[in-house]
Every structure is written in structure tokens, then in C-alpha cells.
């Protein structure tokens, strides 16, 4: 199917804008120094934030630290020429601006999209890994997973690139998400006290990837028939002259459309690295990474009161019973394992333990001053008890049984947590905003042709590009505000195909149907490759003993 699919691409004329424009020898230059300036500041910024907390990496350490950055950063750059070539298409196929232009644009809007980006996409993605692997990051399974599913979604985005196909990056990942989590449960002597997949969580993400291509191809179709009734001016729904820019207000919407989509983009994809590359900080700098740092002293006294009045509420259902420390870490353990926290005896241990974390924090006087031997035990508690009361707060049993008061106070509690565990440091949105915005000026022009000449059967009109983009951004954007990842390929691909049906241009069958294809085949292949991968590289790490 895929060389079928190239060859046709590569025989077929081409119409539309020129692509072969040449980068001027500086810009090569400029390109890389950039590239070599991002991943130094990166470097040197882990420098800094572990000798500022005493912590001492030793230069294999290090090295290995490094590598495992360079395949994260390196999926976000496959990401940014994959992906964000579809935002730039319907601008390069309506001569709205120059391809190398458009390119640079979209690289510079996809940079400040991630910079102002919230982290909520950055940490759905993490919650659909298995919670043995989260806590034990730093070890070998963890380092097994991090690697497998990054290289296994490089692999599958890197593979329908080549053949110029639209694929998901965000399916890509996902996939190998699943696939590693199926792979830990398989691959346990005790399957059943294992975790495999957060299939809730797994399922909300799912609904949504595949739901947003049907709004982007549905929302484009009607968008496109409102503007032919509200603004009835043939030259928006023909065919551009052939190298002629067009009207200033019809060019003006698309520089528009193709801003709104590069920044949502951005916002959204670029997000998905992040909560990966603080797992691999987490695992080998601890007590850099594992707990936000610069939350004031100030802020220890009103996390204390949260965490008396959560431990209140989890108290009252209860039912009298009591844990330690160390019977709650089990308990919980178990209950984010079956994902069931109803049982009274998870509310004893989420009383314990949150009393026990509240107490520690309190005796340090703040998270800055958490002693390094401390750091990782301190961090997984957290973890446990604030995934724990995210649980609570959506098990719809409990919350019958609870107050409005008490939810309350856990969901004031679960947001003081996820302050101190949950955020994503400065550098790492930089380097991430770069590996994102420099993917987009390189390797576009496969998918670009794809989208402007092989879904319609007919030349990408203004109002075509439009509505499919205002679409496009619409969608990506409410989903960031939700905190859900979206596939901006599937989206935006889908919304060209919807306005074409409008437009009465009729779509590229074959090229649709490779399209559905890849669509349908990226899930499965991503988490055959990715629990494979997961497989071989545990099986390397026990055999050397590591």
C-alpha cells in the first residue's frame, strides 16, 4: 500500500506553488547553530538545577541522561515536520505565502505555543502509564519504557513520512503507551498485581482522537456551506491563479487560519514530550526534578490546612479503620493498580499517608527543603495519594457519599499536590518549543503535497483552506483547554476532505482510503512495535544485570 501510494505521488503532475526553493547557505548555518544552542542550554541547565541542590551525576549518568533527551527532543522534531506540515499547505496551495516563508512562520508559532502551553496535556499522557513504572521511573523497567515507546513512535512517524502519508503523532504515541503498559502486565511473573493500562483514562483519550477527525471533516463541510450563503463571492470557492497572491482580506484569513493552527499546535503536541522527558529527569536527577522546588515557603501553611481538611473528608468514609505509612503505600498502590477507590480501607490509607506527607513537609518547612535521600519517597507519596483522590473525585459511588464540602476539600488537596509534582521547568518548554519549531522547517514538503493535491480532486480553494484550518485550530485549542491530546494531522487532514465534499470537489479516493488506513493501523502497530521494543530492551537490561 505505502510504495503504491509513493509511486503514484511521485508520478502524478503537480500543480499548485513551487516547493523546490533552495534555503540560502546562512540559513543552513543559522539552522544548526540554533539546533546546537538549544541542546547546550539544555545541558547546561541540568547543570545548574542539580548542583543547586547538591546533586552530583556521575558522567555515565549523564551521558545516559542525555541520549534519553536527545530521543525525546528528537520525537518532538519528527513531530514538528510531520505534523505542522499540514497547517502550512492550504497557505503554500492558495500562493497566500512563499513555502519557505510559511514554514518559518509556522516554526516560530509552533515555538510560542509551547512555551505558553499549561503541562494538563503533558501529564494526561502520563497517566495512562502503568503506575509501577511511574513510581519506579529510575529504574531498569523504567528506563525499558521510556525507551521503547519513544523509539517506537519515532519509528512509526518517521515510516509514514517517508511515504508522504498524514499520520498521527499523537496516535503514534499513545500506541506505544498502551503497548508498553500491555507489555508490563504480560511480562509480570503476577499479572494480576500488576499494571498494565489505565483503560478509563486510555478510553477518554481514545474517544477523543478518534471523535476530532469526524468534528474537524464535520465542522469544515458546514463551515464551508455558511460562508458560500454568507459571503457569496466566487473567486473564495475556485481554483487560485496560478502564482497570483490572493485579496488582501482572503490572504490576510489565511496567514490567519495557518497561525491559529501553528500555534494550537504547539500548544498541544508540543506538550506531549514534556511529561516524558520530566519522567526521564525524574528518574535520573530525583532531587533535581522529582518535586517542584520553587513553590515558596510560604506556600507550606496553606498545604498543610488542604491536607487537614482532605484528611477530614477521607476520615468520615473510613469507617473507623486506621493504616501506617507503609500499609497506605500498599493499599493505594493496589487501588490505582484495579483503579477501584471505594473500599474504606483506601480512605484509611489516603488519610494516612496524606497526614504522613503533610507532616514531613511540614517539618522541612517547604518542598526547597527536602533533604536528597528523602526526595523520591516524598515524591511517590504524592503520587499516590494525589492520583488516589483523582479517583475519588470521578468515582461516581463515593461522591454520592460524600459532601459537596468534602469533595471540595479534596479537590483543593489534589490541587496542591499536583503543584508540587506536576510542572514542567522553563528549559524544558524552551527545548522542546525549539526541537518542535525547527522540525517544522525541515521534511514538510512530502506531507504539504499530500494534503494541497491528493485528498480533493480538484486545487485547494481559499474558502476550502480556510474553514478547514479555523476548524482545525478550534478543535486543537478546546482540547488543550481540556487537557486532552488531539491528533492536529487527522484534524486538519480530515477538514480539507470535509470542505472538498463541500466545495463539490469531490475526494481522492485512494488517497483517502491510505489515509483511513494509516489512521486505523497506527494504534495497533504502534503498540506491536513499542511492547516488542519494551520486551527485547528488559530482556538486555536483567540479562547484563543492570
Not at 497517566?127 to 528506563?143: E, I, K
Not at 464551508?224 to 497570483?244: G, I
Not at 527536602?370 to 504524592?382: C, S, Y
Request: a positive charge; glycine letters at 10%.
Amino acid at each position: 500500500m505505502a510504495t503504491t501510494f509513493h509511486a503514484a505521488a511521485d508520478s502524478a503532475p503537480r500543480r499548485g506553488p513551487r516547493l523546490d526553493a533552495q534555503l540560502h547557505p546562512a540559513g543552513r548555518w543559522l539552522f544548526a547553530g540554533v539546533l546546537a544552542g538549544g541542546l547546550l542550554y539544555a545541558g547546561f541547565s541540568i547543570l545548574a538545577d542539580t548542583s543547586q541542590v547538591g546533586e552530583r551525576l556521575a558522567t555515565g549518568a549523564f551521558l545516559f541522561l542525555g541520549l534519553a533527551l536527545v530521543i525525546a527532543l528528537g520525537f518532538e522534531f519528527v513531530n514538528g515536520f510531520h505534523d505542522t506540515a499540514n497547517a502550512v499547505a492550504t497557505v503554500i496551495y492558495t500562493h497566500a505565502m512563499p513555502a519557505p516563508l510559511a514554514v518559518l512562520w509556522s516554526g516560530v508559532f509552533n515555538f510560542l505555543g509551547v512555551l505558553v502551553s499549561s503541562g494538563a496535556v503533558a501529564y494526561s499522557i502520563v497517566t495512562l502509564l502503568p503506575v509501577d513504572l511511574v513510581l519506579h521511573v529510575g529504574s531498569a523497567a523504567g528506563y525499558a519504557m521510556i525507551f521503547a515507546l519513544l523509539l517506537a513512535a519515532v519509528g512509526w512517524n518517521l515510516a509514514t513520512w517517508i511515504v508522504g502519508l498524514p499520520n498521527s503523532s499523537s496516535h503514534a504515541l499513545i500506541g506505544s503507551i498502551l503497548g508498553v503498559g500491555l507489555a508490563n502486565q504480560l511480562l509480570s511473573s503476577d499479572p494480576a498485581g500488576t499494571a498494565g493500562v489505565d483503560w478509563s483514562q486510555a478510553e477518554k483519550v481514545l474517544v477523543t482522537l478518534l471523535v476530532s477527525p469526524l468534528v474537524g471533516f464535520a465542522g469544515a463541510f458546514v463551515l464551508l456551506l455558511v460562508m458560500k450563503r454568507m459571503l457569496p463571492r466566487p473567486e473564495l470557492y475556485r481554483e487560485p491563479a496560478a502564482n497570483q497572491p490572493p485579496p488582501r482580506g482572503i490572504r490576510a484569513l489565511l496567514i490567519f487560519t495557518c497561525t491559529a493552527v501553528s500555534f494550537a499546535h504547539g500548544g498541544n503536541d508540543g506538550q506531549k514530550g514534556m511529561g516524558l522527558i520530566m519522567l526521564i529527569l525524574i528518574g535520573c536527577a530525583p532531587t533535581a526534578y522529582a518535586l517542584n522546588r520553587t513553590v515558596p515557603e510560604s506556600a507550606t501553611p496553606a498545604f498543610v490546612q488542604a491536607s487537614a481538611a482532605a484528611q477530614g473528608a477521607f476520615a468520615r468514609q473510613s469507617r473507623g479503620l486506621s493504616a501506617t505509612p507503609a500499609q497506605a503505600r500498599e493499599t493505594l498502590t493496589d487501588a490505582l493498580r484495579a483503579r477501584r477507590v471505594a473500599a474504606a480501607q483506601t480512605f484509611a490509607a489516603l488519610a494516612a499517608l496524606s497526614d504522613d506527607v503533610s507532616g514531613r513537609i511540614a517539618g522541612y518547612g517547604s518542598l526547597g527543603k527536602v533533604p536528597a535521600a528523602a526526595t523520591p519517597n516524598l515524591r511517590n507519596d504524592m503520587y499516590l495519594v494525589l492520583d488516589a483522590s483523582a479517583l475519588v473525585q470521578k468515582d461516581g459511588a463515593t461522591r454520592t457519599r460524600m459532601t459537596a464540602a468534602e469533595l471540595d476539600a479534596v479537590k483543593a488537596y489534589a490541587g496542591r499536590l499536583e503543584e508540587g509534582t506536576r510542572y514542567i521547568p522553563g528549559w524544558v518548554k524552551v527545548a522542546v518549543a525549539l526541537a518542535l519549531g525547527l522540525g517544522t522547517m525541515v521534511g514538510w514538503k512530502r506531507i504539504v503535497v499530500t494534503v494541497g493535491e491528493r485528498i480533493g480532486k480538484t486545487h485547494l480553494t481559499y474558502g476550502m483552506g480556510a474553514s478547514a484550518e479555523l476548524v482545525a485550530a478550534a478543535t486543537i485549542l478546546l482540547a488543550e483547554r481540556f487537557g486532552m491530546p488531539v491528533s492536529t494531522t487527522h484534524i486538519l487532514s480530515s477538514g480539507v476532505a470535509g470542505a472538498s465534499v463541500a466545495n463539490g470537489a469531490g475526494l481522492q479516493l485512494r488517497t483517502v482510503r491510505n489515509m483511513a488506513l494509516a489512521w486505523v493501523l497506527t494504534l495497533p502497530a504502534a503498540m506491536l512495535l513499542a511492547g516488542l521494543l519494551y520486551w527485547l530492551m528488559l530482556g538486555v537490561v536483567r540479562t547484563l544485570g543492570l
